[in-house]
């Protein structure tokens, strides 16, 4: 198979000079800034998803993991999230079997398991929850597949069904990461963001080519 203007053989048929969709991944190491992200206030344990108020996040050059990164202290009461800019957004249906990965870390710490990472579309809001970080940088990696989610509420609850979670990613509206850990004001630290897309993806898109081309036919 060749890349770019590429020949390819599915299904018995051959495929020439069709021009892919760009698989890639929306990443953010905040290298050179916030990339669009923004501090997000959330109602407590109120589905659907309620934002009480935005904010600026802080950033920094140095201090990451490595290089820049960006910080949002507890603004009050409720449930602090960074939330993702559109380049996470929209149609991520690719990245589904695959991980979202980020480095976070959270002074103080010491806090219980929570939800750790939001996931808003198609009508509905999917929970996943993981321990609390440390006052270091630690790799999250959180599947995207149902396993471990749940379906519209902060605790307790059934998992997405499969078709319940592609959905989701195929109409993503916000994605928010938790900043907020402790009973108390503390500052949540992020970097290195990324969103992976499917390995499979460039198959299914030729699979669907070539489906196309024999119904032409």
Not at 15 to 40: K, Q, Y
Not at 46 to 55: A, E, F, K, R, S
Not at 107 to 127: E, K, M, Q, R, Y
Not at 207 to 216: D, E, K, M
Request: aromatic residues 10%; proline residues 7%.
């Amino acid at each position: 198979m060749r890349y770019g203007g590429w020949t390819s053989v599915v299904c018995g048929l051959v495929i020439t000079s069709v021009a892919l969709p760009r698989l890639e991944a929306a990443e953010s190491d905040f290298t050179t800034g916030p990339d669009g992200w923004f501090g997000a206030d959330l109602e407590a344990f109120v589905v659907p998803i309620h934002v009480l108020g935005t904010y600026s996040l802080g950033w920094s050059t140095t201090g990451g993991n490595p290089g820049g990164f960006v910080n949002f202290t507890d603004p009050g009461p409720n449930q602090a999230f960074f939330a993702a800019p559109s380049e996470f957004l929209g149609d991520q249906l690719a990245a589904y079997g695959e991980d979202l990965l980020f480095d976070i870390k959270v002074v103080p710490d010491g806090g219980p398991a929570a939800t750790a990472v939001i996931l808003v579309g198609n009508g509905l809001s999917l929970f996943y929850d993981t321990s609390c970080p440390t006052t270091s940088w630690s790799q999250y990696e959180i599947p995207l597949t149902p396993s471990g989610w749940r379906v519209n509420t902060w605790a307790g609850g059934n998992e997405p069904t499969p078709e319940e979670m592609q959905g989701v990613l195929g109409s993503l509206d916000a994605l928010y990461i938790r900043a907020d850990w402790i009973n108390g004001t503390e500052t949540g630290s992020l970097d290195n963001v990324v969103l992976i897309p499917e390995p499979g993806s460039l198959l299914l898109v030729l699979i669907g080519a070539a489906a196309s081309v024999r119904r032409r036919r």
